[in-house]
Antibody, heavy 117, light 110 residues
Framework: EVQLVESGGGLVKPGGSLRLSCAAS????????MNWVRQAPGKGLKWVSF????????SYADSVKGRFTVSRDNAKNSLYLQMDSLRVEDTAVYYC??????????WGRGTLVTVSS | QSALTQPASVSGSPGQSITISCTGT?????????VSWYQQHPGKAPKLIIF???DRPSGVSSRFSGSKSDITASLTISGLQSEDEADYYC??????????FGTGTKVTVL
Protein backbone atom coordinates (compact mmCIF):
# COMPACT_ATOMS: atom_id res chain seq x y z
CA GLU A 1 0.00 0.00 0.00
CA VAL A 2 1.24 3.47 -0.89
CA GLN A 3 1.41 5.43 2.36
CA LEU A 4 3.22 7.84 4.63
CA VAL A 5 3.20 7.37 8.40
CA GLU A 6 4.43 10.10 10.74
CA SER A 7 5.66 9.54 14.28
CA GLY A 8 7.56 11.30 17.04
CA GLY A 9 5.04 13.94 18.12
CA GLY A 10 4.28 14.69 21.72
CA LEU A 11 4.35 17.26 24.51
CA VAL A 12 7.50 19.34 24.90
CA LYS A 13 8.35 22.46 26.89
CA PRO A 14 9.22 25.77 25.21
CA GLY A 15 12.86 25.76 24.20
CA GLY A 16 12.89 21.98 23.92
CA SER A 17 13.54 19.69 20.98
CA LEU A 18 11.69 16.97 19.13
CA ARG A 19 12.45 14.79 16.12
CA LEU A 20 9.67 13.77 13.78
CA SER A 21 9.89 10.82 11.42
CA CYS A 22 7.91 9.89 8.34
CA ALA A 23 8.05 6.33 7.05
CA ALA A 24 7.25 5.87 3.37
CA SER A 25 6.09 2.62 1.78
CA UNK A 26 4.62 1.35 -1.45
CA UNK A 27 6.50 3.67 -3.79
CA UNK A 28 10.04 4.57 -4.87
CA UNK A 29 10.84 7.03 -2.08
CA UNK A 30 14.19 8.12 -3.57
CA UNK A 31 12.43 9.44 -6.67
CA UNK A 32 10.27 11.99 -4.91
CA UNK A 33 10.79 15.37 -3.27
CA MET A 34 9.23 15.57 0.19
CA ASN A 35 7.73 18.24 2.42
CA TRP A 36 6.58 18.95 5.94
CA VAL A 37 3.31 20.85 6.31
CA ARG A 38 1.76 21.86 9.64
CA GLN A 39 -1.65 22.86 10.88
CA ALA A 40 -2.16 24.64 14.19
CA PRO A 41 -5.35 23.72 16.07
CA GLY A 42 -8.34 25.22 14.26
CA LYS A 43 -6.09 26.96 11.73
CA GLY A 44 -5.05 26.49 8.10
CA LEU A 45 -2.28 24.59 6.41
CA LYS A 46 1.24 26.06 6.47
CA TRP A 47 4.14 24.79 4.41
CA VAL A 48 7.18 24.19 6.64
CA SER A 49 10.01 22.56 4.71
CA PHE A 50 11.03 20.98 1.39
CA UNK A 51 13.80 18.52 0.58
CA UNK A 52 14.71 17.33 -2.88
CA UNK A 53 14.84 13.62 -3.59
CA UNK A 54 18.65 13.65 -3.55
CA UNK A 55 18.84 16.10 -0.60
CA UNK A 56 20.68 18.54 -2.86
CA UNK A 57 18.18 21.33 -2.25
CA UNK A 58 16.45 22.21 1.02
CA SER A 59 14.14 25.10 1.87
CA TYR A 60 12.33 26.31 5.00
CA ALA A 61 9.55 28.70 5.87
CA ASP A 62 10.88 31.87 7.51
CA SER A 63 9.07 30.98 10.75
CA VAL A 64 11.21 27.86 11.31
CA LYS A 65 14.45 28.70 9.50
CA GLY A 66 17.43 28.27 11.81
CA ARG A 67 15.44 26.14 14.28
CA PHE A 68 14.22 23.20 12.20
CA THR A 69 16.33 20.81 10.12
CA VAL A 70 14.88 18.49 7.49
CA SER A 71 16.71 15.37 6.34
CA ARG A 72 16.01 12.05 4.68
CA ASP A 73 17.48 8.57 4.50
CA ASN A 74 16.58 7.06 1.15
CA ALA A 75 17.98 3.68 2.19
CA LYS A 76 15.46 3.59 5.04
CA ASN A 77 12.61 5.24 3.06
CA SER A 78 12.37 7.84 5.78
CA LEU A 79 11.97 11.60 6.14
CA TYR A 80 12.87 13.49 9.31
CA LEU A 81 12.29 16.88 10.90
CA GLN A 82 14.55 17.91 13.77
CA MET A 83 12.83 20.70 15.68
CA ASP A 84 14.91 22.74 18.14
CA SER A 85 14.18 25.84 20.21
CA LEU A 86 10.50 25.02 20.05
CA ARG A 87 7.96 27.77 20.68
CA VAL A 88 4.34 27.69 21.79
CA GLU A 89 3.37 28.79 18.29
CA ASP A 90 4.93 25.62 16.83
CA THR A 91 2.04 23.64 18.33
CA ALA A 92 0.38 21.88 15.39
CA VAL A 93 -0.31 18.66 13.60
CA TYR A 94 2.68 18.00 11.38
CA TYR A 95 2.08 16.21 8.07
CA CYS A 96 4.64 14.80 5.71
CA UNK A 97 3.57 15.18 2.11
CA UNK A 98 4.98 13.83 -1.12
CA UNK A 99 5.62 16.38 -3.83
CA UNK A 100 4.73 15.23 -7.32
CA UNK A 101 6.10 17.98 -9.54
CA UNK A 102 4.53 21.06 -7.91
CA UNK A 103 1.69 19.60 -5.88
CA UNK A 104 1.25 17.31 -2.88
CA UNK A 105 -0.25 14.05 -4.05
CA UNK A 106 0.22 11.88 -0.96
CA TRP A 107 -0.19 12.86 2.69
CA GLY A 108 0.33 11.10 5.98
CA ARG A 109 -2.22 11.22 8.81
CA GLY A 110 -0.07 13.63 10.79
CA THR A 111 1.50 13.70 14.23
CA LEU A 112 0.58 16.22 16.94
CA VAL A 113 3.27 18.39 18.49
CA THR A 114 2.27 20.35 21.58
CA VAL A 115 4.63 22.97 22.98
CA SER A 116 3.55 24.01 26.45
CA SER A 117 4.99 24.59 29.89
CA GLN B 1 5.83 34.61 2.16
CA SER B 2 2.21 35.66 2.71
CA ALA B 3 -0.60 33.16 2.39
CA LEU B 4 -2.81 33.17 -0.68
CA THR B 5 -6.16 34.83 0.01
CA GLN B 6 -9.35 32.75 0.08
CA PRO B 7 -12.85 33.61 1.35
CA ALA B 8 -13.35 32.29 4.87
CA SER B 9 -16.60 30.57 4.00
CA VAL B 10 -18.83 29.70 1.06
CA SER B 11 -22.19 27.98 1.22
CA GLY B 12 -24.70 26.53 -1.18
CA SER B 13 -27.71 24.26 -1.41
CA PRO B 14 -27.52 20.68 -2.67
CA GLY B 15 -27.29 20.60 -6.46
CA GLN B 16 -26.03 24.16 -6.76
CA SER B 17 -22.59 25.25 -7.95
CA ILE B 18 -20.18 27.24 -5.84
CA THR B 19 -16.83 28.86 -6.63
CA ILE B 20 -13.91 29.46 -4.27
CA SER B 21 -11.34 32.07 -5.22
CA CYS B 22 -7.63 32.03 -4.41
CA THR B 23 -5.75 35.29 -4.93
CA GLY B 24 -1.98 35.48 -4.95
CA THR B 25 0.66 37.64 -6.57
CA UNK B 26 2.83 37.78 -9.67
CA UNK B 27 5.40 35.69 -7.75
CA UNK B 28 3.14 32.68 -7.27
CA UNK B 29 -0.32 32.20 -8.80
CA UNK B 30 0.40 34.69 -11.56
CA UNK B 31 3.80 33.24 -12.42
CA UNK B 32 3.16 29.51 -12.66
CA UNK B 33 0.43 27.14 -13.81
CA UNK B 34 1.11 25.21 -10.60
CA VAL B 35 -1.99 25.86 -8.51
CA SER B 36 -3.42 22.90 -6.64
CA TRP B 37 -6.47 22.43 -4.44
CA TYR B 38 -6.98 20.23 -1.37
CA GLN B 39 -10.09 19.04 0.43
CA GLN B 40 -9.89 18.41 4.16
CA HIS B 41 -12.64 16.86 6.26
CA PRO B 42 -12.50 17.39 10.06
CA GLY B 43 -9.77 15.34 11.71
CA LYS B 44 -8.51 14.01 8.39
CA ALA B 45 -5.47 14.65 6.25
CA PRO B 46 -5.82 16.91 3.21
CA LYS B 47 -6.65 15.25 -0.11
CA LEU B 48 -5.51 16.50 -3.52
CA ILE B 49 -8.47 17.29 -5.79
CA ILE B 50 -6.98 19.59 -8.47
CA PHE B 51 -3.39 20.08 -9.68
CA UNK B 52 -1.73 22.15 -12.37
CA UNK B 53 -4.66 24.63 -12.21
CA UNK B 54 -7.28 22.36 -13.77
CA ASP B 55 -6.20 18.71 -13.79
CA ARG B 56 -8.00 16.14 -11.67
CA PRO B 57 -6.29 13.13 -10.10
CA SER B 58 -7.71 9.75 -10.92
CA GLY B 59 -10.75 9.01 -8.77
CA VAL B 60 -11.71 12.61 -8.07
CA SER B 61 -15.22 13.56 -9.12
CA SER B 62 -15.65 15.58 -12.31
CA ARG B 63 -17.85 17.90 -10.25
CA PHE B 64 -14.61 19.56 -9.16
CA SER B 65 -12.98 21.89 -11.67
CA GLY B 66 -10.28 24.54 -11.56
CA SER B 67 -9.26 27.60 -13.51
CA LYS B 68 -6.94 30.60 -13.32
CA SER B 69 -6.92 34.17 -14.52
CA ASP B 70 -3.91 36.40 -13.86
CA ILE B 71 -3.22 36.22 -10.10
CA THR B 72 -6.51 34.54 -9.12
CA ALA B 73 -7.28 30.84 -9.26
CA SER B 74 -10.72 29.36 -8.73
CA LEU B 75 -12.21 26.05 -7.68
CA THR B 76 -15.78 25.27 -8.76
CA ILE B 77 -17.86 22.53 -7.22
CA SER B 78 -20.86 21.64 -9.38
CA GLY B 79 -23.88 19.68 -8.21
CA LEU B 80 -23.04 20.33 -4.57
CA GLN B 81 -23.46 17.29 -2.32
CA SER B 82 -23.47 16.89 1.45
CA GLU B 83 -20.14 15.07 1.34
CA ASP B 84 -18.55 18.18 -0.17
CA GLU B 85 -18.89 19.95 3.17
CA ALA B 86 -15.25 20.39 4.19
CA ASP B 87 -12.38 22.86 4.28
CA TYR B 88 -10.67 23.66 0.98
CA TYR B 89 -7.15 25.00 0.51
CA CYS B 90 -5.35 26.24 -2.58
CA UNK B 91 -1.59 26.06 -2.96
CA UNK B 92 0.87 27.48 -5.45
CA UNK B 93 4.48 27.04 -6.41
CA UNK B 94 6.35 30.29 -5.77
CA UNK B 95 9.49 32.05 -6.90
CA UNK B 96 10.61 32.71 -3.29
CA UNK B 97 9.90 29.42 -1.52
CA UNK B 98 8.76 26.18 -3.07
CA UNK B 99 5.18 26.40 -1.88
CA UNK B 100 2.54 28.59 -0.27
CA PHE B 101 -0.97 27.67 0.89
CA GLY B 102 -4.16 29.66 0.86
CA THR B 103 -5.95 30.79 4.01
CA GLY B 104 -8.61 28.12 3.61
CA THR B 105 -12.35 28.14 2.89
CA LYS B 106 -15.05 26.34 4.83
CA VAL B 107 -17.75 25.02 2.52
CA THR B 108 -21.18 24.54 4.05
CA VAL B 109 -23.97 22.62 2.33
CA LEU B 110 -27.23 24.19 3.41
Amino acid sequence: EVQLVESGGGLVKPGGSLRLSCAASGFRFNSFDMNWVRQAPGKGLKWVSFIRSSSTYISYADSVKGRFTVSRDNAKNSLYLQMDSLRVEDTAVYYCARANFRHFDLWGRGTLVTVSS
Amino acid sequence: QSALTQPASVSGSPGQSITISCTGTSNDVGAYNSVSWYQQHPGKAPKLIIFSVSDRPSGVSSRFSGSKSDITASLTISGLQSEDEADYYCSSYTSNRPFVFGTGTKVTVL
